[in-house]
């Protein structure tokens, strides 16, 4: 079988999307999927619309010499990869990842909702309702659709309309790499370190985990913080933490994969205090790494930790929760221990051989 992975991202450019296509090129050959990748950054020099179409072209003559073609992303990748498979007249599968109206919404266009609100709403910003309409009417059109978790399968077919027997759920694999070297400014904060990462965007709240940190001083636990990420609030965040830290913290700015996971090793404890999540790898990867994890109960976080044996798991938007999970982490080390034993175990589930498996087995029935 040939399948042709249409995808917006591609190492070493950085994201999940690039991790994902790299993944699925080194691993389905040998489950017997031949691989024709086609990169949008080869064509992102052009201007916007032009670029889209010279894309349609290459995903065109890419599938006319395969079975079947895979997208990505539901709109930079998706909606010109939708319109070469049906012109080539092949199955067309799109993996979606998290809703791109709503997060452009909320960072460009005042959506102040939740994903789970914003799906039920009928009236929204004008940009945002030609992305929804867009981003739905690809997987509408699609023969299959991927989502990494049971939560966003819920999202596409109670919210976006899609026809449940349309969606699989296949868990993404993450596949560590030998951990890199943890910044001397890092390495240099007093103990016990608690570490945050993802971007920097509204729905990650990494101000409640900032004041979360100066709760546990003001409670005797002289806690450090390391900030992983960039982003559209990096400028405010790290205003809010020169305000309420006074010293003993460090944002990273954007590190590679390497140094992201030393850093992530090092930590006492790592934090995920998002209000959405699809399938957070940097909380399956803290899982792999053994490191005492708490995440918010949102999305499909409740996928990855089961509260009280491989992390803690806490209500969204409770600080009171949070510094809670925080301090029973940093202060139990018997609590530690088992945390880190079982989180090792609990991520096998999202090992390379069982997606690729899966991946494999799901597109040999289309």
């Known amino acids: 079988m040939k399948l042709v992975i249409a995808t917006p991202l591609y190492p070493p450019e950085i994201g999940g999307p690039a991790t994902y296509a790299k993944l699925l090129v080194e691993g389905l050959p040998a489950k017997g999927i031949e691989i024709d990748l086609v990169k949008f950054s080869e064509v992102k020099y052009l201007p916007k619309i032009i670029r889209h179409y010279a894309y349609y ?7 006319r010499n395969a079975d079947a073609v895979l997208a990505l992303d539901p709109v930079s990748v998706g909606l010109p990869a939708m319109y070469a498979a049906k012109k080539a007249r092949k199955p067309f599968v799109v993996k979606i990842v998290g809703d791109y109206a709503w997060e452009q919404g909320r960072q460009r266009f005042g959506v102040t909702q939740t994903l789970d609100e914003f799906v039920k709403m009928e009236q929204v910003p004008f940009p945002v309702y030609l992305l929804r309409r867009i981003q739905i009417r690809v997987p509408a059109a699609a023969t299959r659709i991927l989502v990494p978790s049971e939560y966003l399968k819920g999202i596409l077919s109670n919210g976006w309309g899609v026809p449940e027997e349309k969606i699989k759920v296949i868990y993404n694999a993450v596949k560590l790499e030998e951990a890199g070297t943890v910044p001397e400014n890092v390495a240099k904060l007093p103990r016990p370190l608690v570490v945050a990462a993802g971007r920097l965007v509204p729905w990650k709240h990494m101000e409640g985990v900032i004041d979360a940190v100066v709760q546990l001083r003001k409670e005797g636990i002289q806690a450090s913080l390391a900030i992983i990420g960039e982003g559209p609030e990096s400028e405010r965040l790290v205003a809010h933490a020169k305000e309420k830290l006074e010293g003993r913290f460090v944002f990273t700015g954007a590190l590679s994969h390497a140094d992201t996971l030393a850093v992530m090793k090092s930590a006492d404890v ?6 959405y999540e699809g399938l957070s790898h940097f909380l399956i990867e803290a899982l792999m790494l053994g490191v005492p994890t708490l995440a918010t109960r949102v999305g499909g976080n409740t996928e990855v930790i089961t509260d009280g044996e ?8 409770a600080m009171s929760a949070l510094v809670a999970a925080l301090t029973r982490i940093l202060r139990d080390g018997e609590l530690r221990t088992h945390l880190s034993v079982r ?3 609990s991520a096998k589930r999202f090992s390379t051989d069982t997606m690729l498996t899966a991946t494999a087995d799901f597109f040999k029935t289309l």
Not at 310 to 317: C, F, N, R, S
Request: net charge positive; aromatic share 4%; hydrophobic share 55%.
């Open 57 to 63: 072209r290459r995903v065109l003559k890419a599938v």
């Open 343 to 345: 989180a090792l175990e």
């Open 270 to 275: 790592f934090a995920l205090n998002s209000s």
């Open 310 to 317: 491989d992390g803690l798991l806490v209500a969204p938007g």
